[in-house]
Each structure stands twice: as C-alpha cells, then as structure tokens.
C-alpha cells in the first residue's frame, strides 16, 4: 500500500541486540512501503548496537543511522530525529517496542480519509520477555481532560511533521514524560486528533521500564505534572496540577472566580430514611453537607419541595441554610424533568448544580471542582464519583452501548482505581448522572432543559445527548465524591415507552466512545432510571476495559442494565 511517507523516529541507546532486532524486524515487516526510519544512537556504549543498525542501513535505504557524539538523552536524541524526517508524518518509536504490521496501512487509511488529521494514536498492549501479550488498553476516542490526568494516547502517536516542528519539538527537562508534553501541545493546535480503535504497538515490558514498573522512573512523573501544569498555564486556565495516588496520575485542583453565582438545585418530599443505623431527614443532611463541604460564598440552594413536604421539614433547612435558601412549591403531579426545570428558573445563578437530596457530600471543594471546568465553554456538563453506603461505586460516569444506557464501574469498591485509573482521573464521558452534575445557566436554556416528556427515566440520559449535539464535551470529575443512598435492592419500573423516546431522538446507541469493551449480562437497572428517592434510581453495570494499574478490583463485576 502507498500513500502518505512516514518518518519513524527512534531513539536508540544500548538496547539489548535480540531487542533492537526484534523492533528492526518489526518494522521492516510493515505492509504500508512509503516509510523512513531515523534511528539516532545516543552514544551506545556498545558498537554492536551501531553495527547491527548501519547493517540494516546497507539492506534497506530506507533505514538511517544518525550518531550523536555526545550523550544527550532522550529528548535531545528525539529532536535530532524529528529535524532529519523527510515525511509528511513522524511515528514514535522506541527501541525495545513492536509495531504490529498494519500499523502504518492503518494510519495511512485514516489520513487519506481525513486531510485535516494532525494527531494520530492507536490502543496498545504489552509484551514480555516471552512473548505473550497482555494488559490490551481500549482506549477512549480523542478526550482532553484525560490526556490532563494521564498520557493515555502514547503508543501508537503519528503526528504531523509540520505541527511537531511548529510546537517545537521535544522539549528539555521534561525526560521520562517528553511524549506527554508533546501530546498536550500538539492537541493544543490539532485541526483533527483520531483515534484507532486497535492495537498497532506492542510495549516491551523489560525490567527497569516504565511499562514493567510505573514507579521505575520517579523523575518521569514530576516532569509529567510540570508539562500539565504548563498546558493549563498555556491555555488560560486556573489551576494547581499534583501528583495523583498513581504514579502517572495527575490530580487537577481548578480554582473558582468567587464572583461565580451558583446554584444549587434540588427536588425533594422531605422525606427520612436509615441511614447507617440512624434515621435522618435526608434533604437536610444533604444541604447540611453541601454548606460544609465548600468555601464558595456566591451560592444560593433551590429547594423545589412537593406540597406533602413536612412544614418542620423547610424550618430546618432555613436554619441550616439561612438567606441562601429558596424555596419553590411544586404543586403539579410527580415529574423529575419538570421540578428540575421549574428550580432552574427560578435559580439566579450563572452556573446550575443539579443534585439528588438523598445524597451525602464527603469531599472539601466539591463545589468549586464540579463547577470551574464549565469555564472552558465546549464544556457542556460535569459529573461527580457517587459511592452507595456500602463504599462500592454508584456512579463514575454513564456509557452508551449495546443498546443500553450503563454505569460501567458500578459495584467497584470505593478504593478501586479502575481500569487504566478510569475512576481517580479527570476525562470525558458520554453522559454523567443527574443526581450530581453542574451546567451553566446559558448552556441550559439552549439546550431546554430536561425533557418533561421524559418523567421519570432516562431524562439525564436525554440531558446529555442534547449537550453532546451541541458539540461540548461532558466531564466527569473523580475529586467530587458523594454518598448516594439509593437503594441497591429496589426494582425500578422502565416502561418501553421510555426507552423508544430515547432511541426516536438519538437512536439505538453502539460502542461507547469513552468506555470501551463493555458487555452485557444477565440482569440489572440502568442509567437515567429514576434520579431521586421520591421516584427512585436505577443502576447498570458493564465489564471495564483493561488491567491498567489499580487498587482493587479493575472491573465492574457487571450487570448490564435495563435502560
């Protein structure tokens, strides 16, 4: 197959000769012709490591040899590479790693198919020393936010040469998370980024690396946070970038303009229930958390109430509350969409949170980290991580797939990083739960609202599709956590006539593009049935992708669902 000329770039110092020599087969194995390959020796100790190279060289016109003569490491080696590329394409490459022999046909494909691409990256595997492949990552489709919290495009990346030179290559003092960097400012400028969803590189786990042990090079993780920190410096947001509790992992803490007005906005009855062995009224403990749990002043709470409300339930939320209460009586028969809508009109603030009154805020901030993310305006909807009262996850962002409407991390305990750190970073998703999301008003009024022909469920499902066909991105953010005590065991009614309105508006949804691999099993309840305990809350599960680095189980133990 011809097409575009590819410039693989590869850095080369000391590798094992079997290793370089598998990587050369690799690569000459490729099924796509119109390819060069840079291999820049960065002063290998060894000349049998040169020697095999200008062999191939000698076979192959196609296979060049640059030699540095000084050792300048990684970043430096990678730029001598990038200035000697003659194609219209560069591929990264490292010296121990494989590609698969589609891997450039199928780039080639995609850039024949979209002139405008800059950015492209393929899911990956690992592969031992003896050969048996494992650890396959079903990577997400193009997500910003996660490309923020963790480098997860990596293997396979194909970049224009042009917007590589114009971003200005590698840069120094970023080593061990060189790439990163690079993926933040050439996703910064790309016309298209592209995801392929199959594996075309094959990571060599060999004892030292990061592929074998995350914790092998500390200095890659510092420089990780620093190239974040960079990117949300470089793009005018406000921002503090940390280590996350992975190696890896990066934790956002965004910072909220306190001239922000939000409000809150929640439905209730005014009803109590069991909580942990006491009972309690549950939309006072749910105000009574929120306040706690924020230092964001510009904050008013919408209470849209049900006419049974209990009158000593509204004194104590006035006492809890004070003057950032409000109170709206909601005298028409039961619908979710239509309280949630009559709330947000009646709300004065820029930015809505929406938010169950059977839920419990555990994290300090949660306010300012669920709402400073709408400050990007494809920012559509941010999403929180729910735990029900047994610490097993409720809640980390919904998928669309198969048909059905899933919490794919549903059941996964409370100190489960997820597959691939799913659950404890920042990164889009196709829809997030109404029982704690966040909108600006602007964004609202647009869209309008929630479907009031939707009652009961699948109204947030709705509320997501339509954010989505306006182009902006839903965000679930892992630093928001509540309790949300639904109940596991209660079977919510999903009539068909529920369903088909979803699927009349937005069709029979396929694959996830944020949540990949997901299957269905037997039984279960879904997304979007029911958002608050005076109409209930259904639950789906799906089987998570991958076996990234996690603490616990990396995948929901999966009941797919019902919606």
Sequence with gaps: MRGPLFSIVTPVYEPPLDVLADTIASVLAQDHEDWEWILVDDCSPSEAVRELIREQASADPRVRLLERGTNGHIVAASND???AARGEFIVLLDHDDLLTTDA?????LQIEAHEDVDYLYSDEDKIDDEGILYDEFAKPDWSPERLRGQMYTSHLSVMRTEVVRRVGGFREGYDGSQDHDLALRVGEVARRVIHIPRVLYHWRAVVGSASADINAKPYA???GANAVQDHMDRIGLAAEVGQGPVPGHYRITRRLDPDVRVSVVIPTIGQSDLIWGSRRVMVVEAVRSLLDQTA???LEVVVVYDEPTPPEVLRELERVAGDRLVLERFTRPFNYSEKMNVGCLRATGDRLVFLNDDVEVISQGWLEQL??????????LTGARLYFGDDTVQHAGHAYAQGHYLHPFRDLPRESYGPFGALIINREASGVTAACAAMRRDTFIEIGGFCESLPANFNDVDLCYKVR???QRIVYVASVELYHFESRSRERVVHDWERSVVRGRWGIPLEDPYVRGLRRAPAGRGAGAGKG???GSGKGAGKGSGKATRKGAAGAAGRAVSS
């Design 533 to 535: 305990p005076d109409k």
């Design 104 to 108: 450039l046909s199928a780039n080639a």
């Design 221 to 223: 993780t510092i420089a």
């Design 296 to 298: 964001h002043d510009n």
């Design 469 to 471: 066909a306006q182009g």
């Design 81 to 83: 590479g990038i200035d």
């Design 371 to 380: 709402v400073a993310p709408l400050d990007e305006l494809d920012v559509g």
